[in-house]
């Protein structure tokens, strides 16, 4: 019998560590080993390290360290996702790590075995790879995947690798920073904007687009907030999508799980926009970033993404 190796794969939250390790020849995460710590993303380098290593070494228990064959990083930017060194800072949320190469720092903390690899990728570009290769996107060979929530995740994959240099897609291969109206789309597909939005409306203050939806159920007015969104959605997205050729959009995040009040504005604006892309909720959610980031471990795949690491 041929012992099976695992990948570990891990996804950094502005307030989580969540991991476990993933087979990647099915596919699939080993539930027994998922692990998830909320995280002082506040805190220093040493605290933040030490809660991550916890983590992982929960997760490592639960495996056997001599069936890991490496670890994968699901990392938010900015970040150098080649040599594994932290560029945050001016948000108020890990700026303690800026500077520190994080991959030396795990593999100090966990006293890993010499040349056990430790990889990154951007948290966005791992969702994306996650449902091109295990999710409901996996029979399409290019897509574009948000995540709609406290910002605007995006990332366009072609045969199962992000896309982010050439003329088919925007700067840095996602589309959060790009102008639209008065600001940036960040600033209008996001949970702020739902709340602004609401106030403006009703003059009342919200906890978030799930206290929305549910007023939405009996208030016309509000429902036209997710009509709003979808609408400005379709028009936004469908340029990208058609230059892309984006067979299919992968959507995810909170605010997704509202898309019966927002997709049907959304998908009319783009049949509109002659756009043909096919819209499909995740349904591994959270679980895709998890599983993109321990496919980094896969040598086919590695060898193709190593390259698009520096421009991410």
Not at 34 to 54: C, F, H, P, Q, Y
Not at 67 to 85: L, R, S
Not at 150 to 159: I, M, R, Y
Request: one cysteine or more; proline letters at 3%.
């Amino acid at each position: 019998m041929i012992e099976k190796h695992y990948s570990i794969g891990v996804d950094i939250g502005g307030s989580h560590i969540t991991c476990a390790a993933v087979d990647l020849d099915e596919r699939r995460i080993i539930r027994e080993t998922l692990t998830e710590r909320s995280v002082d993303n506040k805190g220093t380098a040493d605290e933040i390290i030490s809660r991550w290593s916890e983590a992982l070494s929960e997760t490592f228990e639960k495996l056997g360290l001599d069936n890991i064959k490496g670890i994968g990083f699901a990392m938010p930017g900015p970040f150098d996702y080649v040599n594994g060194i932290c560029l945050i800072k001016g948000v108020p949320k890990y700026e303690k790590l800026y500077g520190i190469n994080i991959g030396e720092a795990i593999a100090e903390s966990l006293s890993l075995q010499p040349g056990m690899p430790v990889r990154f990728m951007n948290d966005a570009s791992s969702f994306a790879v996650g449902e091109a290769w295990a999710g409901k996107a996996a029979a399409s060979n290019r897509l574009m995947a948000i995540t709609l929530g406290t910002g605007l995740g995006s990332a366009f994959v072609a045969d199962r690798v992000p896309v982010v240099t050439g003329d088919v897609v925007p700067d840095l291969g996602c589309v959060y920073h790009i102008s639209f109206r008065d600001g940036i789309a960040d600033d209008y597909f996001s949970t702020r904007w739902f709340i602004g939005r609401y106030k403006d409306i009703t003059g009342k203050e919200s906890q978030g687009v799930r206290e929305i939806a549910e007023a939405a159920r009996y208030d016309g007015d509000i429902r036209n907030i997710f009509v709003e969104f979808g609408t400005s959605l379709g028009a936004f997205l469908s340029p990208y999508l058609i230059k892309f050729g984006a067979e299919v959009l992968v959507m995810g995040g909170n605010i997704s799980r509202a898309y019966g009040l927002f997709g049907p504005s959304m998908e009319e604006k783009m049949k509109a926009e002659k756009c043909d892309t096919l819209t499909l909720l995740s349904e591994l959610k959270e679980d895709a970033a998890l599983l993109g980031s321990a496919y980094l471990l896969d040598n086919l795949f590695w060898s193709s993404v190593r390259g698009s690491l520096q421009y991410m």
